[in-house]
């Protein structure tokens, strides 16, 4: 009797505890290929630890905390605004993208507790890689997929 106690509460420690934190995978691509944008956002909603705005082979990363990010699967939303500044002082060193989702092509691939997988197109505009052009992008359409597990 005191085994299957022991093995019981030892179960309910296992199930019940929680395997921490993950990082979320963010992979959007154009219709045209040329355009893509991949980030690593800690537990989805946390921090920005990487994000990579490649056009036409041409490729600018932002390596900073300094981004915010709002994240509401139930109504399709998901929000980025990343700053990295270099020099502070330097404007032409500024770089920035903001990215939003479009709610109404929102989709739940899978929605476990530890492995979420969801699908939509979003816009994208920033810091123009390429050099010879505007300073801004064009407004971009997406289609991404974002995929996260413990």
């Known amino acids: 009797m005191k085994n299957i106690i022991g093995i019981l509460i030892l179960w309910i ?7 921490g934190s993950g ?12 355009t893509e944008f991949y980030a690593e956002l800690q537990d989805i909603e946390g921090l920005l630890e990487k994000a990579i705005l490649k056009i036409d082979e041409t490729e600018l990363e932002y390596k900073t905390n300094e981004g915010h990010i709002i ?6 939303v998901l929000t980025m605004y990343i700053v990295d500044l270099e020099n502070k002082e ?11 989702s479009i709610p109404s092509t929102f989709k739940i691939v899978k929605n476990e507790r530890h492995h979420q997988i969801y ?9 123009e890689p390429r050099k010879q052009k505007e300073f801004n992008t064009p407004i ?11």
């Open 119 to 127: 699908e939509f197109k979003a816009k994208i505009y920033g810091t």
């Open 23 to 34: 990082t979320a995978y963010l992979k959007c691509k154009s219709e045209s290929g040329r």
């Open 140 to 150: 971009i359409t997406l289609n991404c997929r974002l995929e996260y597990e413990i």
């Open 90 to 100: 330097d404007y032409l060193s500024h770089q920035y993208i903001q990215f939003w």
């Open 71 to 76: 994240f509401d699967p139930k109504n399709g």
């Open 13 to 19: 420690g296992l199930v019940s505890f929680d395997l």
